[in-house]
C-alpha cells in the first residue's frame, strides 16, 4: 500500500469495509475469510499485531487469520507474538524459505525454526486446518520426490510438537 498520497488511515478503513462485505457473503455461504500476513514494507497486514488489529477492527466472527510460519520468519516475528492471534486464526501454512525472500520450499530447506512456531501456533488451542506450501520442484522430474520430501519433513515436525497425531 502506497502510503504517501494516500492516507493510511483511510487505506485502512477501506480495507476494513471491503473485507466486512466480502465476510458478509462468505458467512451466508458457510465461510470463513482467512486473511495472510505478507512481509513487505508496502503491505496493509505485514505483521502479527496488524493483522491482530485489523481482524478486531472487522468485528466480524468469519475473518481471521491464515498463520504463513515462513512469512514470520521474514518480518521477523518471534513465535511469542502470535499470542495475539488466540482465536483468531483458521489456518497455517508450512513452508520453508531463506531467511529473505519467500520460498516455499520443503521445510528443512530453508533457515526456518520450525519446531518454536509450531510450539507457539499448540499453544494457542489452534486446531484448524495446516497445510504444506510449495512452489515448484527445480527438477521438474523428480516433483513425486519435493512433495514426498515435503510431506515427510513436515510430518516428522507435527509429531515432535505433538500438533497432530
Known amino acids: 500500500w ?17 473485507v466486512r462485505k466480502i465476510a458478509e457473503h462468505a458467512g451466508e455461504k458457510g465461510m470463513e475469510i482467512a486473511l495472510e ?5 508496502l503491505s496493509l497486514l505485514n505483521s502479527v499485531p496488524r493483522m491482530a488489529q485489523f481482524i478486531d477492527d472487522c468485528a466480524v466472527p468469519n475473518v481471521k487469520a491464515n498463520i504463513d510460519v ?3 520468519v521474514l518480518a521477523d516475528t518471534p513465535p511469542d507474538q502470535l499470542e495475539l492471534l488466540r482465536g483468531k486464526a483458521t489456518h497455517v501454512h508450512i513452508s520453508d524459505c531463506d531467511g529473505k525472500v519467500h520460498g516455499d520450499l ?12 509450531l510450539q507457539a501456533i499448540k499453544e494457542l488451542g489452534f486446531d484448524g486446518a495446516i497445510s504444506l506450501e510449495l512452489e515448484y520442484s527445480p527438477d521438474p522430474d523428480k516433483i513425486v520426490e519435493w512433495v514426498e520430501e515435503a510431506y515427510q519433513a513436515t510430518d516428522s515436525l507435527m509429531q515432535q510438537v505433538e500438533l497432530r497425531n
Open 2 to 18: 502506497q502510503r504517501e498520497v494516500i492516507p493510511p488511515e483511510a487505506q485502512w478503513e477501506w480495507g476494513v469495509e471491503g
Open 70 to 72: 515462513s512469512h514470520l
Open 37 to 41: 500476513l505478507e512481509p513487505f514494507r
Open 106 to 117: 520443503p521445510p528443512g530447506r530453508g533457515v526456518v525454526k520450525f519446531v518454536p512456531y
